[in-house]
């Protein structure tokens, strides 16, 4: 039976449009490929950009970029991460909402240096 479930990423970008448009379609390449995830299985995909990084929505490289699936009817959101002091620059996040079978270990993907943020989710 499939359930509800959330996944989670992150991957550390450069501010240009080709450095966000790779790593975030390889961010969620990795997400679908690991959790093997139809574009059916996914309900939405919300992003959440650092204030460092201007020069791109990574809602619109997701769309433009080279994925796995076809995202073109998956509902995308943006928004700008809460500054924090001190905090990790140059960072997309991702929070897929999914169905996945209820018994399948989530995995969840950190890549390009943001594996720091969740050491925890690092998968050896």
């Known amino acids: 039976m499939k359930i509800v479930r959330a996944l989670r990423g992150a991957v550390c970008c450069e501010n240009t449009k080709e450095s966000i448009t ?3 379609c ?8 690991q959790n093997e995830l139809n574009a059916s299985d996914i309900i939405s995909i ?6 460092d990084l201007t020069v791109l929505n990574p809602a619109t ?4 970029g080279n994925m796995r699936i076809d995202v073109s009817e998956i509902p995308l959101f ?3 991460e809460a500054y924090i002091e001190g905090g990790m620059p140059f960072v ?4 897929v909402h999914t169905y996945m079978d209820q018994f399948v270990k989530r ?3 950190y890549l390009n240096g943001a594996e720091k943020l969740r050491p925890d989710f690092v998968q050896n």
């Open 26 to 33: 390889r961010m969620c390449n990795e997400l679908i490929l």
């Open 92 to 95: 997309v996040r991702v929070l």
């Open 78 to 80: 943006c928004t700008q």
């Open 61 to 64: 490289a997701l769309r433009k």
């Open 107 to 109: 995995k969840n993907v």
């Open 46 to 51: 919300q992003f959440s950009i650092t204030n």
């Open 22 to 24: 790779d790593n975030v």
